[in-house]
C-alpha cells in the first residue's frame, strides 16, 4: 500500500515540474528574445506617453487587483513615486513595492527604479522606451534586476526575472485597452 502512495507522490511531483517548466517556456516565449516586452498601440506616441507618464492613469493600468498609490496627481516628475500595495495572499502580508521616477524624456522614454518599503537598495530598474512606427507607437519595455545575495540561484534569478517582464508585458497590454478603448485579441 506504501508503495502505491509513493508511486502516486512522485508522479504528481513529476507532472507538477513538467507542468510547471512548460508555463515558464510559454510566458518566456511570449516575450521578445532579448527578454523585453513590446507592445503595440495604435495611437500617437504624445497620447500614449501622456497615459504612460500621468501619475492619474498609472493606477488604472499597473497592477490590477492591487492597490496603486502615487505621490502626486497629473504628471510624473523624476523623483515621484508610486506605491504598489500588493494583494495579501493566504494571509501573508506582503512590503509594498515602490517604483521611483529616475528619468523622463517627453514622448520618448521614462525610467522607474523599485525598491521595497524600508530598504535602500534598488532592486530593479525599468525602462519605457516609445518608438513611432506609422500612425502607431511601440513600446519596449526593458527590466534589468538584482537579486539579494540570499536569492542568487540561477532558477529564482530567472523565475523572479521572467515574473517582473510578465507583469510588465501585462500591464503595457492594459495600457493599450485603455488607450484603444476595446479588448485585447485573445492569443490561440
Known sequence: MLKWIGGCAVVAVILLAGGAYFAMRTVRESLSPDGSARVAIHAPPERVFASLASADSQATYIAAGNKVTTSRRGALQPGDSIRVELRTTLGMKQEPMI??????????????SLGAVG????????????????DSTIIVSRLAFQLPDSAKSS?????????FQMQSKLELESLKVRIEGKAAPRRP
Not at 119 to 134: C, I, M, N
Not at 155 to 163: E, H, V
Open 99 to 112: 517604483w521611483i521616477v529616475k528619468e523622463i524624456i517627453p514622448n520618448q522614454k521614462i525610467v522607474f
Open 119 to 134: 530598504s535602500r537598495a534598488v532592486s530593479a530598474t525599468k525602462s519605457d522606451s516609445l518608438f513611432a512606427k506609422g
Open 155 to 163: 532558477a529564482t534569478s530567472d523565475m523572479m526575472g521572467t515574473m
